[in-house]
């Protein structure tokens, strides 16, 4: 069984939390098909190049067909002449978009949990607030327990504490409904307070 590392207020390891029992027993293809659409979503699908169509002048014919000596050429925008088309290039109109069903997605994220708890990186605490606001004392919590980054989920997220983490690169804070297996998979370390994970468990 999956246990999470729960913290007291000094971030001192004071306990366990047991994940569900099937979160260790979901297929990890789940957390794969999840986050391969997640990453595809992110695709910004700008790269675009002309086609024979789409470039402009090669109207005319540029030498007749015959008695020059020299190759047959029809328009002056073809892909084997410079300023011309680009052939077989990428296209705007692709779609990226790949289905994961409501279902998937919370096994991606059941799984996601477990094995963070399994590589004992998930932490549990009662509240997680950084009361002055300054990115100092949040870094702190960081450096403390040994991680070089994280992710840190809150019920509710207030103010002080999003000022505090938000202008660093190595920390994201997000509330219960943002969490997702991505955000979970790609940080080394999770910390999440007790009613965010409770409310996660309570759902599946």
Known sequence: MSKAIVLNEKLENSGEFALPEKYEQVNPHNLYLY??????????????????????GGGKKPWRQKGRGGARA????????????????????????????????????????ADKANKNALFVVDVL????????????????LGFKDALIVKDVLDEKTFLAYRNLANC???????????????????????????SITKEG
């Open 35 to 56: 986050v391969k659409s997640y990453l595809a979503s992110l695709r910004a699908n700008t790269a675009h190049t002309k086609g024979r169509s789409d470039v402009s």
């Open 172 to 198: 994201y804070v997000v509330e219960t409904s943002e969490v997702n297996a991505y955000l979970v998979s790609v940080f080394n370390a999770v910390i999440i307070e007790k009613s965010a994970l409770e």
């Open 74 to 113: 029809g328009s002056t925008r073809t892909n084997v002449w410079v300023g011309g088309a680009v052939a077989f290039g990428p296209k705007n109109e692709r779609n990226y978009f790949q289905k994961v069903n409501k279902k998937q997605k919370r096994l991606a994220l059941e799984r996601a949990l």
């Open 129 to 144: 607030a950084i009361e002055s606001g300054k990115s100092k004392d949040a870094n702190a919590v960081i450096k403390k």
